[in-house]
């Protein structure tokens, strides 16, 4: 039993994952290389190897004949009887060959070719091993910086980072820990490369898969997931099961499950919103926290039309524009929000544009069903008092839908942006004074009131 090659081919087997049967084939071939240099003829060449005691041997098949021409091919009918006792010409016999006999040039070049067998092995096995976690979230250790580019320590492999992938702000030190998600894995001659991002939407979907137990049980589904990185990513998610809550899933206790991915994702904010097979009702829920009047949605086209209460309208847009984008992104409709002001001159934005008069609305809303006109076209319409109900992380608490008092303050707040100039403020101020107007109330400025006394 050769037991240093045995043990050798175990260490080889456990630390780079490489079969023994490979190795063994590796090293056949490299025996055969070795004749091929040592006689410059392989072809009647065999090697066998003993895969239980690893004992090998190396043989040439040989022709006896009485004249021999070629002394790789053919053995003379003396020398075939010191080898075996009875040969007669003709015969084939296996004349051993003593690897000990092979010069030193034979022998470097066996033992590349070993060493090759086993470089190639390795980097198969490493690219089938990342290759199976592509479009997955992976742990790496940041190393150093390539210009603009960091390269990342996945384990067995190093990804990179490009500058596109990367989250802008973010700066990472060498040695620290990140999650990053696996774009592509690519087989090389240098060895797989690996793709990495921290931009990609599905990274907060596969950190989400891994928080929350009913995501991975399949309790819990997220349907859909906008992000604009280092900002804000809005997520739709729906409940499999009527006694399980999708959102309040996502967010855990006190907020511990959505605060655990904010942190990883360095305080970009996260909203979480039910998904709803209404359009017009998924609308509503995506520009959350912004309150909705009414939503006109054409599910052919595509397009949504939204109309919002005045001093609304900013904080339904976003900070340049971000919530509708996401929203936008979110649904896949393309939406067009007007104040309330505004829809009463647009087009569109009006529920006389729809149905003849509020009796029809009125039917349409308790069948749910979609309005069509004469031409055809359908009008999905939603039409709700009530904000749908969501989570967006980052105000530390949700609002309350039923307590209007202050309500515009914490929601700017929610949003982060500056939701209103003094013009929109002055709106607000009036804003309830017009309605109280049209019920035959006194309202107006100052002046007004005196006449009207």
């Not at 090293?27 to 004992?55: M, P, Q, W």
């Not at 980072?161 to 802008?168: A, I, P, R």
């Not at 009008?379 to 989570?391: I, P, T």
């Amino acid at each position: 039993m050769n037991k240093e090659l045995m043990e050798a081919l175990d260490i080889l087997e456990k630390e780079k994952e490489i079969s023994k049967e490979t190795l063994f084939e590796a090293i056949e071939n490299s025996l055969i290389t070795a004749c091929k240099n040592h006689f410059g003829k392989s072809d009647n060449i065999k090697v066998e190897i003993d895969r239980e005691t690893c004992d090998f041997l190396c043989y040439a098949e040989k022709e006896v004949v009485e004249e021999v021409e070629d002394d790789c091919l053919q053995i003379s009918f003396e020398d075939a009887q010191k080898v075996k006792a009875g040969a007669e010409i003709g015969d084939i016999l296996h004349v051993k060959i003593e690897s000990k006999s092979f010069g030193r040039i034979a022998t470097q070049n066996a033992k590349n070719v070993i060493l090759q067998k086993i470089r190639e092995e390795e980097r198969s096995v490493i690219y089938n091993q990342y290759f199976e976690k592509e479009k997955d979230v992976i742990t790496g250790i940041v190393q150093r910086y390539i210009g603009r580019n960091i390269s990342i320590n996945l384990g067995k492999a190093d990804g990179i980072l490009n500058e596109s992938e990367q989250v802008k702000g973010e700066i990472f030190r060498p040695t620290e820990r990140i999650k990053v998600y696996i774009l592509e894995v690519k087989n090389t001659p240098k060895g797989p490369r690996i793709l990495v991002s921290r931009t990609h939407p599905e990274l907060v979907k596969r950190l989400f898969e891994a928080e929350v137990t009913e995501i991975k049980d399949g309790t819990v589904e997220i349907m859909s997931i906008a992000r604009e990185a280092g900002s804000r990513t809005k997520m739709a998610v729906r409940s499999n099961n009527a006694n399980v809550d999708a959102v309040g899933a996502c967010v855990g206790l006190n907020g511990a499950r959505v605060n655990s991915i904010v942190e990883e994702l360095r305080g970009e904010k996260i909203d979480i919103i039910n998904w709803d097979e209404n359009p017009g009702n998924l609308i509503q829920n995506a520009l959350s926290p912004a309150k909705i009047v009414a939503v006109f949605a054409d599910p052919d086209e595509k397009t949504a039309k939204v109309v919002v209460p005045d001093y609304q309208l900013s904080l339904a847009i976003g900070k340049e524009g971000q919530n509708a984008r996401l929203a936008a992104r979110l649904t896949g409709y393309k939406i067009d929000i007007k104040s309330e002001t505004q829809a009463k001159d647009a087009p569109g934005f009006r529920y006389e544009d729809y149905m003849d008069d509020y009796d029809e609305y009125e039917e349409y809303e308790e069948d749910d069903e979609g309005y069509s006109e004469g031409d055809g076209e359908s009008y999905d319409e939603s039409y709700s008092q009530e904000d749908g109900e969501s989570y967006s992380q980052g105000d530390g608490e949700g609002y309350d839908e039923d307590d209007s008092e202050g309500y515009e303050e914490r929601e700017v707040n929610a949003d982060g942006a500056e939701s209103y100039d003094e013009d929109d403020r002055e709106d607000a101020e009036s804003y309830e004074e017009e309605y109280a107007e049209e019920d035959g109330a006194q309202s107006g400025n100052a002046d007004d009131r005196i006449e009207t006394e």
